[in-house]
């Protein structure tokens, strides 16, 4: 029983994920119950706890205002559409602001000299208007005479608009009775008779100078409803509301709401409370289990258990903090939203949050609890970690505590001697001291050998490093040399040493191999490759009567001499880079070298209408190799063709600079240059990151190689579109030239 006890399912891996999916199915349920709670609070307030019926309701007591004002509006103030096209309901202010306002009209001097007649089609004047604004008087008064006829007649039309929408907003009210009355007790308007109204259990009586509220429990309309149309009248408004609510107007739709969300409330709260539970057995369970395979098995930590407890309470705490001040920020804006979608983009937000902190809040208590059946919960603060650590300053493990340590010793030893040297004579023992001061100085004279000693072993440790920093990794430092308190010390030093060592011998000996494959491989290809050309030039040579054929041969020869060049410059860049080429320096005419590799090319740069710019003051003669600067020259002016702007031009300066000869080519890129240009000299790297252009993306790599080689340097600028390449070589040195500079 106790074996069965032990291996219990329960610990099983899950089981445990079991146990978290129903934690976060729990936790989820919760914030669905939370986040419909919020939707009926957004719509009902408390209304949907507080108010027994729909009548006692914020949002009817809205809707029936609503109503209310529409009934006022048709039956009180317009009253019938002949009323309005008699102009008897325009508000002569209103009218005339309006009109200024449309037209940009400022009041001034002609606007309080003169009147809009009753007609509103002329103005009347009654000062004395400067002959300096007689232009503008009569400007205006044109604009008058010809604009305000018509924007009286759109005014009458927004008013017939208004009356005929307020109509048709009473017709769809099935549940809204209204009468109208004026002081006398004739009918003014209205959807029912003064005896339907009478007989219905929820009324309103309005006028002037009297109100009753029978709509609801609780007097509303009294106290909070005016309108000014009704007050300035001497009508008598009796309105009611339907007790049971018909079907067919946004009336009942409101109550069908309020018993939906009614009804809602008790199953809403009994599925929170259930979640609720179910969440807190989850998390019981999981605390029971975590960290463990088996019933009192040994606790097994996780990365998260590795942060001190101070720590990670506090960043928990923090992002509790900083989650419930965006959640209310989120709850306020969903609350006033009006917009449907960012409803729902502000709640899906909610719940990642929610569901981060559920995780963060979880992960954390797991945390404390694999550490408290470990009892490993206060081993693992800062407090305790700094406490054992400066403890470790005594135990000689560290070079500060071994210094330390040396230093209490040192010091401590001085002191009782001199101590014991000041102290004797005082108590009548003068012939101690003199012991006593020989011990102090041998004491002192071996303290001295140990600190020497240990100099030395620093001495060993800086010569090592320094032998290490010129790449003499084979230097041994002798271990046996070295003091105690700086044997730590010396054994990682060692340890860089060998771990720097096998890097390098590891990286040389991969390069070696990545050259030697390169080289052998190429060797390979070429003899296959060379059978292929030559078969292809005998093709060429043959009269092919199908031109579809003759086009392929054509495919074929240039490919072909293509992969030919590829191959040609794998073998170049593998002994550029690997330094087996041999370099047979001359006195080299800069100038005159490049102005050749520009004729050479002459055909391709005029086919892509470049114009070079050749700038060279002086002769600059230069030490290098013809054959490497050839191949440099050509590098970039084959890079040049390829990427420039068509019809541009690519200027060239050549002149000397700190005893080199310097050349730099300038370009206009085809293409926006996006790119880290340093990339640019490493192998296989090209411009046209598409690659559709021709090349093997080796000729700046190989340009760099060449120029290393011959002691000089390649290099690369990008400004905007511009590229520059800039190529500098030792100058040439005559004897002559040395001995007049001597």
Known sequence: MATKLKKSKAFQMRWKAIGVLLFFACAMSIFFCNVVAVNISKEWN?????????????????????????????????????????????????????????????????????????????????????????????????????????????????????????????????????????????????????????????????????????????????????????????????????????????????????????????????????????????????????????????????????????????????????????????????????????????????GVLYLSAVAIGLSYVLSVSRQVKDRSFFRNTWISVSIRRMSELFTGKTFRGWMVIVMLCYGLGNCALMGAIVLAPLYGYPKIAIPFGIGLLLFNVFCMYLFIRALRSLKEIMVSVKESAKGNFSYALDLNKISPSF?????????????????????????????????????????????????????????????????????????????KQLIEDLIEASKASSGNLTVEKMRVDYKQLTLQAMGEMEDKTEAMGLVFKVSCEEPVFIDADGGHMWRILENLLSNVIKYSMPNSRVYVDIFKMDGYGVLVMKNISAAPIDFDETRLTERFVRGDESRTTEGSGLGLSITQSLAEIQGGTFGIQVDGDLFKSIVSIPLWVDEEEDIEEE
Not at 85 to 96: F, K, M, S, W, Y
Not at 515 to 524: G, P, R, W, Y
């Open 46 to 350: 408390r209304d949907v706890i507080n108010a027994d019926t729909v009548y006692d309701t914020q949002e009817f007591h809205s809707l029936f205002s609503k109503a209310l004002d529409q009934a006022v509006l048709a039956d009180i103030h317009y009253q019938n559409e002949a009323r309005i096209e008699a102009g008897e309901t325009v508000d002569r202010e209103e009218l005339i602001s309006g009109f200024k306002r449309y037209y940009g009209i400022m009041d001034g001097v002609i606007t309080g000299n003169t009147e809009i007649n009753e007609t509103y089609d002329g103005l009347i004047i009654y000062g004395t208007i400067p002959e300096s604004l007689q232009g503008n008087l009569k400007e205006y008064q044109e604009l008058v005479e010809s604009r305000l006829p018509s924007y009286y007649k759109m005014y009458i039309q927004r008013q017939l608009d208004e009356y005929k929408s307020s109509i048709r907003y009473l017709e769809e009210l099935r549940n809204f009775l209204y009468y109208v009355e004026d002081e006398k007790g004739n009918l003014i308007g209205g959807n029912a008779s003064k005896g339907e109204i009478d007989e219905a259990d929820r009324t309103l009586v309005l006028s002037a100078g009297f109100s009753s509220d029978h709509l609801g429990d609780t007097a509303y309309y009294f106290d909070a409803y005016s309108n000014p149309v009704l007050e300035q009248s001497n009508y008598k408004f009796y309105g009611a509301i339907r007790d049971p609510l018909l079907p067919g107007d946004a009336f009942y739709d409101m109550g069908q709401d309020f018993s939906y969300a009614k009804q809602s409330l008790p199953a809403l709260f009994g599925v929170f409370f259930v979640s609720l539970l179910g969440a807190v057995a989850c998390l019981i369970h999981l605390i029971r289990v975590t960290g463990q395979k088996e019933r009192y098995g040994k606790v097994q930590f996780m990365v998260v258990d590795r942060i001190y407890n101070e720590v990670h309470f506090l960043l928990v705490f923090l992002y509790a903090v900083a989650s419930t001040m965006v959640a209310t920020v989120l709850i306020e804006t969903i609350l006033q939203g009006t917009v449907q979608f960012w409803s729902y983009v502000f709640a899906t937000m909610l």
């Open 487 to 563: 044997l730590n010390f010396a054994e990682d030093v060692a340890n860089i040493q060998e771990g720097f060592k096998n890097a390098v011998d590891d990286a040389v000996k991969g390069e070696r191999m990545k050259a030697e494959l390169i080289t052998n491989v190429s060797h390979d290809l070429k003899t296959p490759l060379t059978s292929i050309i030559s078969y292809v030039d005998l093709l060429k040579k043959e009269k092919l009567e199908n031109e579809r054929a003759g086009a392929y041969v054509e495919v074929l020869h240039e490919k072909s001499y293509r992969l």
